[in-house]
Nanobody, 124 residues
Framework: QVQLVESGGGLVQAGGSLRLSCAASGRTFSSYYMGWFRQAPGKEREFVASISWSGGSTHYADSVKGRFTISRDNAKNTVYLQMSRLKPEDTAVYYC?????????????????WGQGTLVTVSE
């Protein structure tokens, strides 16, 4: 089992940047592919980005492509989400997730473990 703890959320103005981190503990981090999801108020949770176990392959939702970058540091057991050119519609609770079955390439992935989330608020 793996435990995930997100950090780095906060309030930022539109056009600004923020970096989220997700620290993992438990089983070998490098055996998991990782992903970020978000849930805006009154909306369903949606996929944001995912990364393969090695970090060599990534996948993004169209809504964030070109603005967000997912990366990982297996030596630090941490996955990151660098968010740039933020928009008010990016406001949401962001969740980190880990999986081993299926593929990192959402929706073929089967995320088994989830963090508690970190709130990102983007003001006008």
């Amino acid at each position: 089992q793996v435990q995930l703890v997100e950090s780095g959320g906060g309030l930022v103005q539109a056009g600004g940047s923020l970096r989220l981190s997700c620290a993992a503990s438990g089983r070998t981090f490098s055996s998991y592919y990782m992903g970020w999801f978000r849930q805006a108020p009154g909306k369903e949770r949606e996929f944001v980005a995912s990364i393969s176990w090695s970090g060599g392959s990534t996948h993004y939702a169209d809504s964030v492509k070109g603005r967000f970058t997912i990366s990982r540091d297996n030596a630090k057991n941490t996955v990151y989400l660098q968010m740039s050119r933020l928009k008010p519609e990016d406001t949401a609770v962001y969740y980190c997730a880990a999986g081993t079955s299926g593929s990192y390439y959402y929706p073929a992935s089967r995320f088994e473990y989830w963090g508690q989330g970190t709130l990102v608020t983007v003001s006008e």
